[in-house]
Nanobody, 121 residues
Framework: QVQLVESGGGLVQPGGSLRLSCAAS????????MGWYRQATGNQRELVAT???????VYGDSVKGRFTISRDNAKNMVYLQMNSLKPEDTAVYYC???????????????WGQGAQVTVSS
Protein backbone atom coordinates (compact mmCIF):
# COMPACT_ATOMS: atom_id res chain seq x y z
CA GLN A 1 0.00 0.00 0.00
CA VAL A 2 1.32 3.42 -0.98
CA GLN A 3 1.55 6.22 1.58
CA LEU A 4 2.58 9.86 1.30
CA VAL A 5 3.49 11.61 4.54
CA GLU A 6 4.13 15.35 4.81
CA SER A 7 6.15 17.11 7.49
CA GLY A 8 7.43 20.60 8.21
CA GLY A 9 4.30 22.69 8.44
CA GLY A 10 3.68 25.22 11.16
CA LEU A 11 3.28 28.86 12.08
CA VAL A 12 5.59 31.47 10.61
CA GLN A 13 5.63 35.27 10.49
CA PRO A 14 5.16 37.14 7.21
CA GLY A 15 8.43 37.27 5.32
CA GLY A 16 9.65 34.08 6.94
CA SER A 17 10.53 30.69 5.51
CA LEU A 18 9.41 27.09 5.90
CA ARG A 19 10.44 23.84 4.28
CA LEU A 20 7.95 21.07 3.65
CA SER A 21 8.98 17.47 3.10
CA CYS A 22 7.02 14.53 1.75
CA ALA A 23 8.04 10.89 1.76
CA ALA A 24 6.41 8.30 -0.47
CA SER A 25 6.58 4.75 0.82
CA UNK A 26 5.14 1.33 0.15
CA UNK A 27 5.05 -0.86 -2.92
CA UNK A 28 6.03 1.64 -5.60
CA UNK A 29 7.22 0.57 -9.04
CA UNK A 30 7.80 4.02 -10.49
CA UNK A 31 7.12 7.66 -9.67
CA UNK A 32 6.54 9.94 -12.64
CA UNK A 33 5.98 13.23 -10.87
CA MET A 34 5.63 14.65 -7.38
CA GLY A 35 4.24 17.93 -6.29
CA TRP A 36 2.43 20.18 -3.87
CA TYR A 37 -1.07 21.56 -3.87
CA ARG A 38 -2.75 23.73 -1.28
CA GLN A 39 -6.24 24.51 -0.12
CA ALA A 40 -7.18 27.53 1.91
CA THR A 41 -10.43 27.65 3.85
CA GLY A 42 -13.31 28.27 1.48
CA ASN A 43 -11.15 27.89 -1.62
CA GLN A 44 -10.55 25.14 -4.13
CA ARG A 45 -7.36 23.11 -4.08
CA GLU A 46 -4.74 24.77 -6.27
CA LEU A 47 -1.39 23.86 -7.74
CA VAL A 48 1.67 25.10 -5.88
CA ALA A 49 4.44 23.26 -7.74
CA THR A 50 5.22 19.99 -9.45
CA UNK A 51 8.42 18.30 -10.56
CA UNK A 52 8.54 15.55 -13.14
CA UNK A 53 11.19 12.95 -13.92
CA UNK A 54 14.07 14.78 -15.50
CA UNK A 55 13.56 17.77 -13.26
CA UNK A 56 10.95 19.66 -15.24
CA UNK A 57 9.10 21.99 -12.86
CA VAL A 58 5.85 23.91 -12.95
CA TYR A 59 4.87 26.57 -10.42
CA GLY A 60 1.62 28.29 -9.63
CA ASP A 61 1.69 31.97 -10.56
CA SER A 62 1.28 33.14 -6.97
CA VAL A 63 4.42 31.37 -5.73
CA LYS A 64 6.85 31.89 -8.62
CA GLY A 65 10.12 33.36 -7.43
CA ARG A 66 9.38 32.59 -3.78
CA PHE A 67 8.96 28.81 -3.60
CA THR A 68 11.31 26.11 -4.85
CA ILE A 69 10.44 22.46 -5.37
CA SER A 70 13.07 19.74 -5.34
CA ARG A 71 13.13 15.99 -5.32
CA ASP A 72 15.31 13.14 -4.07
CA ASN A 73 14.49 10.26 -6.38
CA ALA A 74 16.57 7.75 -4.44
CA LYS A 75 14.52 8.40 -1.31
CA ASN A 76 11.16 8.97 -3.03
CA MET A 77 10.96 12.38 -1.40
CA VAL A 78 9.88 15.82 -2.52
CA TYR A 79 10.56 19.12 -0.81
CA LEU A 80 9.08 22.59 -0.96
CA GLN A 81 11.21 25.50 0.18
CA MET A 82 8.94 28.44 0.88
CA ASN A 83 10.50 31.89 1.25
CA SER A 84 9.04 35.38 1.64
CA LEU A 85 5.85 33.88 2.98
CA LYS A 86 2.69 35.96 2.93
CA PRO A 87 -0.55 35.65 4.93
CA GLU A 88 -2.29 34.55 1.72
CA ASP A 89 -0.03 31.48 1.64
CA THR A 90 -1.91 30.17 4.67
CA ALA A 91 -3.45 26.83 3.70
CA VAL A 92 -3.28 23.09 4.10
CA TYR A 93 -0.51 21.86 1.81
CA TYR A 94 -0.96 18.45 0.22
CA CYS A 95 1.75 16.27 -1.24
CA UNK A 96 0.89 14.54 -4.52
CA UNK A 97 2.54 11.77 -6.48
CA UNK A 98 1.76 10.43 -9.94
CA UNK A 99 2.97 6.86 -9.64
CA UNK A 100 2.58 3.22 -10.58
CA UNK A 101 2.30 0.82 -7.62
CA UNK A 102 4.22 -2.46 -7.76
CA UNK A 103 1.08 -4.51 -7.30
CA UNK A 104 -1.08 -2.78 -9.88
CA UNK A 105 -1.16 -1.94 -13.57
CA UNK A 106 -3.05 1.25 -12.74
CA UNK A 107 -1.03 4.46 -12.65
CA UNK A 108 -2.69 7.13 -10.57
CA UNK A 109 -2.54 10.11 -8.24
CA UNK A 110 -1.82 9.60 -4.56
CA TRP A 111 -2.19 12.20 -1.83
CA GLY A 112 -0.82 12.88 1.61
CA GLN A 113 -2.95 13.83 4.59
CA GLY A 114 -1.96 17.49 4.44
CA ALA A 115 0.21 19.84 6.48
CA GLN A 116 -1.06 23.13 7.86
CA VAL A 117 0.95 26.23 7.04
CA THR A 118 -0.10 29.43 8.79
CA VAL A 119 1.51 32.77 8.00
CA SER A 120 0.61 35.34 10.63
CA SER A 121 2.16 37.93 12.89
Amino acid sequence: QVQLVESGGGLVQPGGSLRLSCAASGSIFSIYAMGWYRQATGNQRELVATIRNGGFTVYGDSVKGRFTISRDNAKNMVYLQMNSLKPEDTAVYYCNADLLPSDSYSRGDYWGQGAQVTVSS
